[in-house]
């Protein structure tokens, strides 16, 4: 049986997205990579996931 996938739309600033972009190209990943990498790092660990980005953003 053939996996459903569902579609979703993010709003983020205009440079966090061109910055973004960039970065994925360089290393050639596609949006949907990124997205669906964190959300399975989330959904398999969602207090280090959580504890890890805090550390990365600085505190926020």
């Not at 959904?43 to 505190?59: F, H, P």
Request: glycine share 4%; proline share 2%.
């Amino acid at each position: 049986m053939e996996e459903k996938n569902k579609q979703v739309n993010i709003r983020m600033p205009e440079k966090v997205f061109k910055e973004l972009k960039l970065s994925l190209i360089a290393d050639d990943k596609t949006f949907v990579d990124f997205f669906n990498d964190a959300a399975k790092a989330y959904l398999s660990d969602k207090d280090r996931y959580e504890s890890l980005v805090s550390e990365i953003i600085g505190g926020k």
